[in-house]
T-cell receptor, first 111, second 111 residues
Framework: GQSLEQPSEVTAVEGAIVQINCTYQTSGFYGLSWYQQHDGGAPTFLSYNALDGLEETGRFSSFLSRSDSYGYLLLQELQMKDSASYFCAVRERNYGQNFVFGPGTRLSVLP | NAGVTQTPKFQVLKTGQSMTLQCAQDMNHEYMSWYRQDPGMGLRLIHYSVGAGITDQGEVPNGYNVSRSTTEDFPLRLLSAAPSQTSVYFC??????????FGPGTRLTVT
């Protein structure tokens, strides 16, 4: 089977940096994705890590350590519009290399 | 491109009724999936398809059927609706790579 853990809530102020952690257990790991979802909306893709290390895309970065079964999403220069839920998702062998999602972390950005 | 489209946007069913949620994509993606999202929770994989004519079960398949007769369409059928199936349903598609594109969702209430 598989399981993913994320903090349920994170709060930060505008302009700050926040890190959202994800730990996972899976029997056939291919990679780790991150998605953003605003209230009432659909998830949108942010990043994907298949190999160890840091991937940077603008204000967002994602890190993976396969040996530790751990990853994180780093959001810099926080803006009010970053208030949303963030989900890590494992791409894994059991479901045709499909994605299994974590429970999500709700980020609130305060002025 | 319209991307991934879903119909209907909202639906109310009585216990025991059946219905089909429609999903279509115009990106010629081979992989399509159905997820359900309960309030304040992550997405759970219901069924997925790796190409026309090929479907398989995800994490929570009971009470649902799918078919994939064309690359574009991937309908989800609720056989006999139960209150426990009240949820938001998302359809997603991707090509061989990792980025999933989600539809806007169908909000289903079973009374």
């Amino acid at each position: 089977g598989q399981s993913l853990e994320q903090p349920s809530e994170v709060t930060a102020v505008e302009g700050a940096i926040v890190q959202i952690n994800c730990t996972y257990q899976t029997s056939g790991f291919y990679g780790l994705s991150w998605y953003q979802q605003h209230d009432g909306g659909a998830p949108t893709f942010l990043s994907y890590n298949a190999l160890d290390g840091l991937e940077e895309t603008g204000r967002f970065s994602s890190f993976l350590s396969r040996s530790d079964s751990y990853g994180y999403l780093l959001l810099q220069e926080l803006q009010m519009k970053d208030s949303a839920s963030y989900f890590c998702a494992v791409r894994e062998r059991n479901y045709g290399q499909n994605f299994v999602f974590g429970p999500g972390t709700r980020l609130s950005v305060l002025p | 491109n319209a991307g991934v489209t879903q119909t209907p946007k909202f639906q109310v069913l009585k216990t025991g009724q059946s219905m089909t949620l429609q999903c279509a994509q115009d990106m010629n993606h081979e992989y399509m999936s159905w997820y359900r999202q309960d309030p304040g929770m992550g997405l759970r994989l219901i069924h997925y398809s790796v190409g026309a004519g090929i479907t398989d079960q995800g994490e929570v398949p009971n009470g649902y059927n799918v078919s994939r007769s064309t690359t574009e369409d991937f309908p989800l059928r609720l056989l006999s609706a139960a209150p426990s199936q009240t949820s938001v349903y998302f359809c997603a598609s991707r090509d061989w790579a990792h980025e999933q594109y989600f539809g806007p969702g169908t909000r289903l209430t079973v009374t």
